[in-house]
């Protein structure tokens, strides 16, 4: 009965909460050296710079497809690039990535084309998940989940994953990226319990973008910051700047690295603001003035990492312009050649429901051409 009773204090945590409440940084908004600096090479820290620009001029390409009627709908990533490019840099080829809808950096990074994001987003012939739901990818080739539209829903899953590699005696680390809106929601919660519960190898990455659509995050929690929010359940907390690449990657790379080696999971929050709307679908002038955007577009993250990269004399203005240019001209070309690739087949909805078509489905198929056949003979279109 003893212990039921007993007092504990924070160093009975096993790990220093102040990181939840600080702010890790490694350059400031100038480019400055303000923390320790990753060791790794020159190359590496400037793959992550092309992996952002190639974020940015990608999600603008859809955003202008979307507005065409190409693509159903999209969630901007303008801002928010080295949250997805700093964590999932962080991870083995063998690890897994459950992200949610604004990561198209993290997805670049997981070795994905630009050519296989836009077959899905606009739903063409090529589309390997053929139309269904949101314009969100995955695939098994690069470890990569496809991303939930229910916020947060993908958290369990993600412990999940974890706690089968662990059973299995993999080294595997499972990483869950997702918004401030998805640690309102229970699924964050009971996955951050288990994890903490049975050490899952897990790394959760929360993108505080500020805005769960039109709540702000002040209307969702009380807590100082979400960080915290991992005491509660044993997972240590780090709270780091979202628009710093570098403080990304180094406090992902320290819980990928504890993970893997049997430390449990992290639970991180990047700091970051969502420049645009929430998706296509929202008008983020009616729950915030365009002053405050305006202000936060200064702390843009791919400016801040740029001015850092010249200053360290690992890129230069001309090189600079080289890759905006050439990425630009790559993905443009790529554009063209998803925007005329044919739509997918009408009997696509028959797809992929069982592994080998039932006698009904086969029959409703046949009924689908049969009618398909007649609207054409007709000369009507079908859209």
């Known amino acids: ?102 990561e198209l950096g993290a997805y670049l990074v997981r070795g994905l084309s630009e050519e296989e994001i836009l077959d899905r987003a606009i739903a063409d ?39 089968a590699a662990k059973i299995m005696g993999h080294k595997t680390v499972v990483m869950a990226i997702f918004g401030d809106g998805a640690t309102s929601r229970g699924d964050f919660h009971s996955g951050l319990n288990f994890a903490g519960v049975f050490k899952a190898p897990a790394v959760f ?60 999971p992290t639970l991180i929050e990047a700091l970051t603001y969502r420049v645009g709307p929430h998706t296509t679908a929202d008008d983020p002038g009616r729950y915030r003035s365009q002053e405050e955007a305006k202000a936060f577009e200064k702390l843009d993250p791919i400016d801040r990492y740029r001015k850092y990269l010249i200053n360290r004399g690992l890129l230069s203005d001309s090189e600079d312009k080289r890759i905006w240019g050439e990425w630009g001209l790559k993905i443009e070309d790529i554009v063209k050649k998803c925007y005329n690739k044919p739509p997918l087949p009408a009997e696509v909805i028959f797809y992929n429901v069982y592994s080998k078509p039932t006698w009904n489905l086969i029959e409703q198929m046949g009924e689908l051409r049969e009618s398909l056949k007649l609207l054409e003979e007709l000369g009507l279109e079908v859209e």
Do not use: C
């Open 1 to 102: 009965m003893g212990s039921i009773f007993k007092k504990y204090s924070l160093e009975d945590l096993g790990f220093n909460v102040e990181e939840a409440l600080g702010l890790y940084r490694v350059i400031d908004e100038d480019g400055n050296v303000v923390g320790e600096e990753p060791k790794v090479s020159g190359e590496k820290l400037l793959e992550m710079y092309v992996f952002m620009v190639r974020a940015r001029i990608l999600d603008d390409w859809i955003l202008k497809l979307q507005r065409i009627g190409k693509v159903a709908i999209h969630a901007p990533n303008k801002g928010q690039e080295a949250v997805a490019v700093g964590a999932a840099s962080a991870l083995d080829k063998g690890d897994w990535l459950f992200p949610s809808y604004r």
């Open 125 to 163: 012939a090529d589309d390997p998940l053929k139309g269904a739901e949101f314009a969100i990818y995955g695939n098994r080739e690069y470890n990569v989940v496809p991303a939930p539209v229910p916020v947060g829903s993908h958290i369990p899953l993600a412990v999940g994953a974890a706690m």
């Open 205 to 264: 990455v929360i993108q505080n973008n500020q805005y769960a659509i039109s709540l702000h995050v002040t209307r969702q929690t009380a807590a100082k910051t979400l960080a915290l929010k991992g005491a509660a359940y044993g997972v240590p907390g780090v709270r780091v700047d979202g628009n710093d690449v570098l403080a990304v990657f180094s406090v992902a790379s320290k819980a990928v690295e504890k993970a893997r080696n049997g430390g449990g």
